[in-house]
């Protein structure tokens, strides 16, 4: 019984971070930096800071996003502890692997 207990509290674990995280804001400095968007289709590629932007390039492609296949929103590595958006985009894009 113990081993289904500690199957139960570490799956709870493992989701903890996801439901208590805060959304990356637009207004957040490392998010203006980056050209981050919350939906690709409306990154401004004329901007000097977004020109590596792609149509085929968002969140959930990308390597540093950390969420399930289908989640809408997920951690990503480079806005520490908080979340973003699966459609999102930012120039630190890195496809993934």
Known sequence: MLGINAIVIGSLAVGRNELW???VKLTDPVAVAL???EDSKNVN???P???RH???QNCSNCQLYKA???DKRGLCDV???KMVSASGWCASWVKRA
């Open 79 to 81: 806005f520490q502890k």
């Open 68 to 70: 399930k296949p289908g």
């Open 54 to 56: 792609k149509p085929d």
């Open 21 to 23: 995280a805060e959304d």
């Open 45 to 47: 590629s004329s901007d």
């Open 49 to 51: 800071k977004c020109s």
């Open 35 to 37: 050209c981050y968007s």
